[in-house]
């Protein structure tokens, strides 16, 4: 099973900050890394996939980097609405796919 | 638009069985992979299971196998799971989700989600 690591668990951030999310691998996944926002009492909504490219509808504020064990979201200038949960997702080992523990971005 | 909508949640005891549902609409159900992710209380998201456009491949996590069963209706654009014997460690709210044609991709679609709580 890979393991996804993410830190921090909370981070308490003002709006119009930047904020970086980290994610780790327990081992190389390539590009094969997702990332989520999760608001309280809603779905999943699916942000980046293959680390870098942003989903249908999500703005460029938001971006993903990273490859084989180390990656990063990064909200450019946080907006009341990207206060959320944010969680990293493994699709390399499929069809065991793995998440991380999840970052809460709070003010 | 892309809609998926889960039914069938609720309370049942410990042992016991229930069967969620999934309606989907808005593209062509048998092509995709579909997948269901549950979610604990306050907790994080965990796979599930996934089952091929076709149904002709399905995969658990451990914890499920043997106990779940993933299905899916073409003709009703309509997914399926079957959970037998629950615990309580199954309470959760439970996702569907549309996964890619291909096999290893995200999941690009969710539903709201509904509630199961296992309990005496």
């Known amino acids: 099973e890979v393991v996804m690591t993410q830190s921090p668990v909370t981070l308490s951030v003002s709006p119009g900050e930047r904020v970086t999310l980290s994610c780790r691998a327990s081992?190389?996944?390539?590009?094969?890394l997702a990332w989520y926002q999760q608001k309280p009492g809603q779905a999943p909504r699916l942000l980046i996939y293959?680390?870098?490219t942003r989903a249908t509808g999500v703005p460029a504020r938001i971006s993903g980097s990273g490859s084989g064990t180390e990656f990063t979201l990064t909200i450019s200038s946080l907006q009341s609405e990207d206060f959320a949960i944010y969680y990293c997702?493994?699709?390399?080992?499929?069809?065991?796919?793995?998440f991380g523990q999840g970052t809460k971005v709070e003010i | 638009d892309v809609q998926l909508v889960e039914s069938g949640g609720g309370l049942v005891q410990p042992g016991g069985s229930l069967r969620l549902s999934c309606a989907a609409s808005?593209?062509?159900?048998?092509?995709?992979?579909m997948t269901w992710v549950r979610q604990a209380p306050g907790k994080g998201l965990e796979w599930v299971a996934n089952?091929?456009?076709?149904?002709?491949?399905?995969y658990y996590v451990d914890s499920a196998q043997g106990r779940f069963t993933i299905s899916r209706d073409s003709a009703k654009s309509s997914l399926s799971l079957q959970m037998h014997s629950l615990r309580a460690e199954d309470t959760a709210v439970y996702f569907c989700?549309?996964?890619?044609?291909?096999?290893?991709?995200?999941?690009?679609?969710w539903g709201q989600g509904t509630l199961v709580t296992v309990s005496s």
């Open positions: 989700a549309r996964g890619g044609i291909r096999r290893s991709t995200p999941f690009d679609f």
């Open positions: 808005g593209f062509m159900f048998n092509t995709y992979w």
């Open positions: 089952i091929k456009g076709d149904g002709s491949e399905k």
């Open positions: 081992q190389n996944i390539v590009d094969n």
């Open positions: 293959g680390a870098s």
């Open positions: 997702q493994q699709y390399n080992n499929w069809p065991l796919y793995t």
